[in-house]
């Protein structure tokens, strides 16, 4: 079992910058690929950014050159920095693990992002 927990959501201006913080119960991450999702309101989960265990990471296009995600194993956090923030990018964040065989969630963090 592990337990995910986001934090560092809130409200920002277009063109303004969050980081999202992704902590874990244990240490997880170096061995294990955690991504990031996003759901808008009306709108199906969409898959943002993954860290793979070995580091490499890949990006949605809607967020590539924007948002970078990384990850500290010692403090057990995943971080996701979004810069050049868009009303688009207004979502509940996850953070998701890929522990084979079962997929753990956080309960989620709020961006909102005002025009």
């Known amino acids: 079992q592990v337990q995910l927990v986001e934090s560092g959501g809130g409200l920002v201006q277009a063109g303004g910058s969050l980081r999202l913080s992704c902590a874990a119960s244990?240490?997880?991450?170096?061995?294990?690929?955690i991504a990031w999702y996003r759901q808008a309101p009306g709108k199906q989960r969409e898959w943002v950014t993954t860290i793979t265990g070995g580091g490499t990471t890949n990006y949605a296009e809607s967020v590539k050159g924007r948002f970078t995600i990384s990850r500290d194993n010692a403090k057990n956090t995943v971080y996701l920095q979004m810069n050049s923030l868009k009303p688009e990018d207004t979502a509940v964040y996850y953070c998701r693990a890929r522990i084979i065989p079962r997929l753990y969630w956080g309960q989620g963090t709020q961006v909102t992002v005002s025009s």
């Open positions: 244990r240490n997880i991450f170096s061995d294990n690929d």
